[in-house]
């Protein structure tokens, strides 16, 4: 039986969820990176409170970045709509018939989610990236290209399945924080640790933004792990990411807050 998805007990999990790992090994870097399970997050409440009270008991100086998922911060911050405000075209439910649907989560195969995606980004642009992610998909053999050429992070469109929400947060669709810089250096002076906003899903971990101080800790690993300072934020995003790679908090369990510590291999 797998603790991390039958152990309710809040705080630090102690393994990983199924398919993700708790460690990735550089060359020169050893990164652990731990889950949080917290209490469910409530529409419109205080987010540096919901922190706060997540991460209480935790010893700070046992890590060095933070992160969070983009989920709380939009059910915090106020970035979501609700389903009954949403007008869902016959076009939307056309093209829900040619979304893949995944085992664990039905992504894009719901209308809300593309009616959603349409208002956000326009309907010209949600054309355009529609043909043009079929061709690019088919000419290059993979697949994520929609969500480049739709832009605004429509791929972290979330919500409107009942199934997958418990009460208070059903009925409602989470867009991703518009500005997520300005959300985790906000996060960062409130909190004084240095944070990250997450968006994981089945394709890939999503880096949305991060304060000026985990930046500053992130860019010393970067160092350390390739004996030089880096060229561009590019180049700084990849090697974060890289410490990230998979979703290791999962799409399930709710853990949306992730502990990371970075030990040197000598």
């Not at 832009?151 to 409602?172: H, Q």
């Not at 160092?223 to 999962?250: H, S, T, V, W």
Request: proline content about 6%.
């Amino acid at each position: 039986m797998d603790k991390t998805d039958n152990d309710q007990k809040l705080g630090p999990l102690e393994n990983p969820h199924i398919g993700q790992e708790m460690v990735v090994n550089l060359d020169k870097l050893k990164v652990y990176r731990i889950p949080v399970r917290t209490r469910l997050v409530l529409i419109n409440e205080d987010l540096i409170h919901f922190i706060r009270q997540s991460l209480e008991g935790i010893n700070y100086s046992d890590y060095q970045l933070f992160a969070i998922s983009s989920k709380v911060v939009s059910i915090t911050r106020g970035y979501f709509r609700k389903e009954s405000d949403i007008k869902v075209s016959r076009l939307a439910r056309f093209l829900v018939r040619f979304v893949k649907k995944w085992p664990d989560d039905p992504g894009y195969a719901l209308p809300e989610k593309i009616q959603m995606a349409m208002d956000m980004v326009g309907l010209p642009r949600f054309i355009f990236a529609v043909i043009g992610g079929a061709i690019m998909k088919y000419v290059f053999r993979r697949p994520g290209y929609f969500y480049i050429l739709a832009g605004k992070n429509i791929g972290g469109i979330d919500g409107f399945v009942p199934s997958m929400y418990p009460e208070p947060l059903r009925g409602y669709g989470f867009f991703t924080p518009p500005n997520p810089w300005e959300d985790a250096n906000f996060i960062e002076k409130e909190i004084g640790l240095p944070f990250a906003i997450l968006d994981g899903n089945n394709i890939e971990q999503v880096l949305l933004g991060y304060g000026e101080n985990f930046r500053e800790v992130a860019s010393k690993y970067f160092k350390k792990e390739y004996q030089r300072d880096f060229k561009n934020k590019k180049e700084l995003n990849a090697f974060i990411l890289k410490m990230l790679k998979g979703n290791p908090q999962g799409q399930s369990g709710n853990t949306p807050i992730l502990l990371i510590k970075i030990l040197s291999v000598e």
